[in-house]
Nanobody, 124 residues
Framework: QVQLVESGGALVQPGGSLRLSCAASGGTISRFAMAWFRQGPDKEREFLVSVSRDGRGKNYRDGRFAISRDNGRNTLYLQVNTLQREDTAVYYC????????????????????WGQGTQVTVSS
């Protein structure tokens, strides 16, 4: 049973940057398409960025979010730049198994493996 654990969330000022981590255990993240989602207060979970199993396919919400993977450490990362108050949310990593190795799904329902999230708060 693969488990995902997010970390790196913090209180930051507007305009700051943050790198979140998603550590996997019980399996390798290279088996899955991986993604980051977030859920703000009183909001639905929304897609941020994803990468396919073979790394050929990537999707992203906007250029402030960058996904990367260190297979040696079995860890996924999310770099977020120019944080604003509306970025305040719980950030989740997730894994999916699409039919194609080059697909990077963007819909929540395509992902079956989820971490518990890490809190990012942007405030001055």
């Amino acid at each position: 049973q693969v488990q995902l654990v997010e970390s790196g969330g913090a209180l930051v000022q507007p305009g700051g940057s943050l790198r979140l981590s998603c550590a996997a255990s019980g399996g390798t993240i290279s088996r899955f398409a991986m993604a980051w989602f977030r859920q703000g207060p009183d909001k639905e979970r929304e897609f941020l960025v994803s990468v396919s199993r073979d790394g050929r396919g990537k999707n992203y919400r906007d250029g402030r979010f960058a996904i990367s993977r260190d297979n040696g450490r079995n860890t996924l990362y999310l770099q977020v730049n120019t944080l604003q108050r509306e970025d305040t949310a719980v950030y989740y990593c997730a894994g999916a198994y699409p039919d194609s190795d080059s697909l990077a799904p963007i819909q929540e329902e395509d992902y079956s493996l989820w971490g518990q999230g890490t809190q990012v708060t942007v405030s001055s």
